[in-house]
């Protein structure tokens, strides 16, 4: 069975970092695309950043450009998301998933795959 599980997320103050962990299990996790998502209430699942299959092209969303850093270690087959100089926007459920390819595209709502999620809080 396909697991991702993820740790990390908690509250933080504005300006402060954190960084989430998602472990990939009963997947070629070194074959695929992975990404970030998040959700705040009220509003849809949007992507924050994704990472080709051997972390050599990444894409953010503009407005956590140049804040947070994805990034994979596939000798131990997990997904990382380093967020830095976060604000109150930035508060949402963040969830990992499986791409449906090797690359960065069709990174959507849809996928397959999903982590359990993460609440991160940033308190203003």
């Known amino acids: 069975q396909v697991q991702l599980a993820q740790s990390g997320g908690g509250l933080v103050q504005t300006g402060g970092s954190l960084r989430l962990s998602c472990a990939a299990s009963?997947?070629?996790?070194?074959?695929?695309?992975m990404a970030w998502f998040r959700q705040a209430p009220g509003k849809g699942r949007e992507l924050v950043a994704a990472?080709?299959?051997?972390?050599?092209?990444?894409t953010y969303r503009d407005s956590v450009k140049g804040r947070f850093t994805i990034s994979r270690d596939n000798a131990k087959n997990t997904l990382y998301l380093q967020m830095d100089k976060l604000t109150p926007e930035d508060t949402a459920v963040y969830y990992c998933?499986?791409?449906?390819?090797?690359?960065?595209?069709?990174?959507?709502?849809?996928?397959?795959?999903w982590g359990k999620g993460a609440l991160v809080t940033v308190s203003s």
């Open positions: 998933a499986a791409g449906r390819g090797s690359g960065i595209i069709g990174m959507g709502p849809h996928l397959d795959y």
């Open positions: 009963g997947l070629t996790f070194s074959s695929i695309g």
């Open positions: 990472i080709d299959y051997n972390g050599g092209r990444t």
